[in-house]
């Protein structure tokens, strides 16, 4: 069984704070994804990570893979209200997806 | 355009009745999939669809659980003699083709509570 740990389980910020969330396994993805759920609503996929040492940013985003392609983070800077949300990773293999349990973040003005 | 939608948002069903989930996927995305999720959880995948092949079930919890894509597009999940423990919220996602079926576009779930 492939695992997602993510850390912290909670979150809770000022606003203006930079954060970083951490998706770790034992087991080696094809890629890596990140989304953010809101209450009542689905996951919505933010980024797509493929490459071991990738990193991608979306606008005050950072996501990065690691080398061996275990493991993800998550860094905000300068974090907003609108950044509340559930932040799920997700590894993807065999056409399958695993999940991690999330973390939920929230960012008070 | 539309994106993934399900219905109903919300079902309510005794122990015992049977239900069905409906997702109505992008309109030309191979790739569809069920995930359940648990309060506090994250998604769990269920079964997985490209058109109207189902290539894998293994996360059906049990064979009360039966899903179905007969024509590649619209997608029913069916649970039997619903239990207490199928109470979650039921997820649906298409993607556009398999090179790229990880990258997942959701609907907003339907919520099930059997009581």
């Known amino acids: 069984t492939q695992l997602l740990e993510q850390s912290p389980q909670f979150l809770s910020i000022q606003e203006g704070e930079n954060l970083t969330v951490y998706c770790n396994s034992s087991?080696?993805?094809?890629?890596l994804q990140w989304y953010r759920q809101e209450p009542g609503e689905g996951p919505v996929l933010l980024v797509t990570v493929v490459t071991g040492g990738e990193v991608k940013k979306l606008k005050r985003l950072t996501f990065q893979f690691g080398d061996a392609r275990k493991d993800s983070s998550l860094h905000i800077t300068a974090a907003q209200p609108g950044d509340t949300g559930l932040y799920l990773c997700a590894g993807g293999n065999a056409g399958k997806s695993t999940f991690g349990d999330g973390t939920t973040l929230t960012v008070k003005p | 355009g539309a994106g993934v939608s399900q219905s109903p948002r919300y079902k309510v069903a005794k122990r015992g009745q049977d239900v069905a989930l409906r997702c109505d996927p992008i309109?030309?995305?191979?790739?569809l999939f069920w995930y359940q999720q648990a309060l506090g959880q994250g998604p769990e995948f269920l079964t997985y669809f490209q058109n109207e092949a189902q290539l894998d079930k293994s996360g059906l919890p049990s064979d009360r659980f039966f899903a179905e894509r007969p024509e590649g597009s619209v997608s029913t999940l069916k649970i039997q003699r619903t239990q207490k423990e199928d109470s979650a919220v039921y997820l649906c996602?298409?993607?556009?083709?398999?090179?790229?079926?990880?990258?997942?576009?959701f609907g907003p779930g339907t919520r099930l509570t059997v009581t």
């Open positions: 309109s030309g995305h191979v790739s």
């Open positions: 087991s080696v993805f094809s890629s």
């Open positions: 996602a298409s993607s556009y083709s398999w090179r790229n079926a990880y990258e997942q576009y």
